[in-house]
């Protein structure tokens, strides 16, 4: 009697427990986010990643479990985040930052995947093509490392009779050799050298920027990679304390104080590999659905922090300015 009367007040609904695992008739789905960078940096991401998934009608801790991993910018523990999701036998990997999504796709599982990348996913191998992505993987891009080139013209418009720019690059990052080739020539045509920096943890950040001192670079590019990304306050900070003009893909950076973010809308391709995401929950088949790239690409200028660098800041650029922080 008292088991008829349990059932009964379940009315046959699943419970969810803290590993994922459900008792009763039905099974919770269970998805996996895998990120290189850390939770705090990527908050609005992930912010627009469950939209986009509460949009295709799953809601965590409703009708969908998730697990979390967050690589923290260790990019050498990410096949083992990944190794665990999959032992924890999850529906749908969604492998969030290039670093995440190469490891996801290197793995050779056959769970299905749906990242977020920066960069060019074919040229990454993650993808046949676009149109047709083939296997099990599918997601979402924004115009990044692609438009690197475009950021160091911005310097070049800044500061017109510079010969050297600092470039900083995390040499972990699979984005790291596609941004340099289309920096390479890029910089020929603009009659200016590179001196590349690298930094994969905040020790070698700060060692860089003391670079930037003593070989007195006045501008700096940064480049496209999550582990800076999850790291914009301290960048910015960094860039003021050495007074350097820097420009980077990210938002978030001049809202820190950063000079000038110039880059695809990151949180757009969030957006649309959750709503992948909760369409694959529902049986659709992620070879089946084309790779989307985010093609808007946003310039913010943070006039207060030109002012502190003693900047004057060219018509150009103004004229361009999605949006001016006063």
């Given amino acids: ?68 991993r967050w690589a923290e910018g260790h990019y050498d523990s990410l096949p083992g985040m990944i190794a665990d999701l999959v032992q924890h036998k999850v529906d749908v990997i969604a492998a969030t930052s290039t670093p995440a999504a190469v490891a996801a796709k290197t793995s050779g599982t056959t769970i299905p995947i749906v990242f977020t990348t920066s960069g060019d996913p074919v040229q990454l191998g993650l993808v046949d093509s676009l149109n047709r992505p083939g296997g099990n993987i599918t997601g979402a891009t924004q115009l990044n490392v692609e438009v690197t080139s475009k950021r160091l013209d911005l310097i070049r ?122 369409r694959i929950l529902k049986g659709e088949s992620a070879s089946n659905l084309p790779v989307q790239q985010v093609t808007k690409i946003e310039l913010i200028l943070n006039l207060r922090t030109a002012r502190l660098l003693g900047l004057a800041i060219p018509p150009s650029i103004l004229a361009r300015a999605d949006e001016v922080i006063e």
């Fill in 157 to 278: 418009q800044l500061f017109p009779s510079a010969d050297t720019v600092g470039v900083l690059v995390n040499p972990a990052s699979p984005n790291a050799d596609p941004l340099l080739h289309n920096l390479e020539p890029a910089a020929r045509s603009l009659g200016l050298k590179l001196t590349v920096l690298h930094a994969s943890n905040e020790t070698e950040l700060t060692a860089a920027f003391t670079s930037i001192d003593r070989q007195q670079l006045k501008a700096l590019l940064i480049g496209t990679d999550p582990f800076f990304s999850g790291r914009a306050p301290l960048l910015a900070d960094l860039a003021l304390q050495h007074r350097v003009a820097t420009v980077f893909q990210y938002p978030e950076f001049t809202a820190a104080g950063g000079l000038i973010s110039f880059g695809g809308i990151i949180r757009e391709s969030y957006l649309i590999s959750g709503g992948y995401a909760g």
């Fill in 1 to 68: 009697m008292k088991r008829r009367r349990l059932m009964a007040l379940f009315g046959g609904a699943a419970v969810s427990t803290g590993s994922g695992v459900v008792l009763g008739q039905t099974r919770l789905p269970i998805l996996g986010f895998v990120n290189g960078a850390n939770p705090q940096g990527y908050a609005p991401h992930l912010a627009a990643f469950l939209q986009g998934l509460k949009g295709s009608g799953y809601v965590a801790g409703q009708n969908v479990t998730i697990e979390y």
